[in-house]
Nanobody
């Protein structure tokens, strides 16, 4: 079982930056993918970015060039660096991990990000 705990959310003005962290309770080395989703009020949860175990990142078009995902296997942590934030980035951000072999999905409790104009 893997437990995920997010941190780093908050209230910022448009154009500013935030870095989200997601700490896993166990080793993330065996996890096939780790990533971030977000859910804005009244909208469905959507993928923001994910990174494969080999370190290859993937991004939603809406955040390409502004967000960077990275993982530190030694610290069992995945990060989301968010630059040039926009009001439309306002959402609750959830950390996700996937273990394809076990067909398991793990979710954090979410951390809110609010970007004011």
């Amino acid at each position: 079982q893997v437990q995920l705990v997010e941190s780093g959310g908050g209230l910022v003005q448009a154009g500013m930056s935030l870095r989200l962290s997601c700490a896993a309770s166990g080793s993330i080395f065996s996890l096939d993918t780790m990533g971030w989703y977000r859910q804005a009020p009244g909208k469905q949860r959507e993928l923001v970015a994910f990174i494969l175990s080999g370190g290859i990142p993937h991004y939603a078009d809406s955040v390409k060039g502004r967000f960077t995902i990275s993982r530190d296997n030694a610290k069992n942590t995945v990060y989301l660096q968010m630059n040039s934030l926009k009001p439309e980035d306002t959402a609750v951000y959830y950390c996700h991990a996937g273990d394809w072999g076990k067909r398991a999905d793990y979710w954090g409790q979410g951390t809110p990000v609010t970007v004011s104009s």
